[in-house]
């Protein structure tokens, strides 16, 4: 009963360095979705994907890359950490289109960036 | 003008209460609508989901949706304090890709 698993669940870094979030899931999905939450502006999209090898920007893309090499792995790439990137980072994954099927969260990782 | 309004609380109540919680939505295309919990340092979990306009009731919980008014609610009866965490109300459109997008979340704490 695995679900949707984030590594780390935090991490401290310094402003320039770069890291990769992890995402896997289990579940087969075909979509995956990478969102940040910052306080009191609920859930903003960065990337998605609809397969392997099949990426897209969301609504905040910028500063950050993906990739989807397997249908369970979906990492996030933060190249020069900003201090604007200090957020809460969910992995979500689903079966078909969100509209229609449940979205499955991890718990999330807490980046800060100092 | 953000496209999903959702008051942020904290909405404190006491146990046993009728909890309503609200979103307002400026974009008349949205056509699905859901609500998920999130409780603290967890993620969101989806709780309820409604197409276009209507009610929806799954025990405790009622969504209702009126597009003519671009507003949505939750309401969950007999409040208990395993209820408290912060509401998402989420909805999508499929001219947009039906991605989702989400309300700030209200915060709902029910005291025993």
């Known amino acids: 009963n695995a679900g949707v698993t984030q590594t780390p669940k935090f991490r401290i870094l310094k402003i320039g360095q770069s890291m990769t979030l992890q995402c896997t899931q289990d579940m087969n999905h075909n979509y995956m979705y990478w969102y940040r939450q910052d306080p009191g502006m609920g859930l903003k999209l960065i990337y998605y994907s609809v397969g392997a090898g099949i990426t897209d920007k969301g609504e905040v893309p910028n500063g950050y890359n993906v990739s989807r090499s397997t249908t369970e792995d979906f990492p996030l790439r933060l190249e020069l950490a900003a201090p604007s990137q200090t957020s809460v980072y969910f992995c979500?994954?689903?079966?078909?289109?969100?509209?229609?099927?449940?979205?499955?969260f991890g718990d999330g990782t807490r980046l800060s960036i100092l | 003008q953000k496209e999903v309004e959702q008051d942020p609380g904290p909405l404190s109540v006491p146990e046993g209460a009728i909890v309503s919680l609200n979103c307002t939505y400026s974009n008349s295309a949205f056509q699905y609508f859901m609500w998920y919990r999130q409780y603290s340092r967890k993620g969101p979990e989806l709780l309820m989901y409604t197409y276009s306009s209507g009610n929806k009731e799954d025990g405790r919980f009622t969504a209702q949706v009126d597009k003519s008014s671009k507003y949505i609610s939750l309401f969950i009866r007999d409040s208990q304090p395993s209820d408290s965490a912060t509401y998402l109300c989420?909805?999508?459109?499929?001219?947009?890709?039906?991605?989702?997008?989400f309300g700030a979340g209200t915060i709902l704490r029910v005291k025993s």
């Open positions: 989420a909805m999508s459109a499929e001219e947009y890709g039906n991605k989702l997008v």
């Open positions: 979500a994954s689903s079966y078909r289109l969100p509209s229609n099927q449940p979205q499955h």
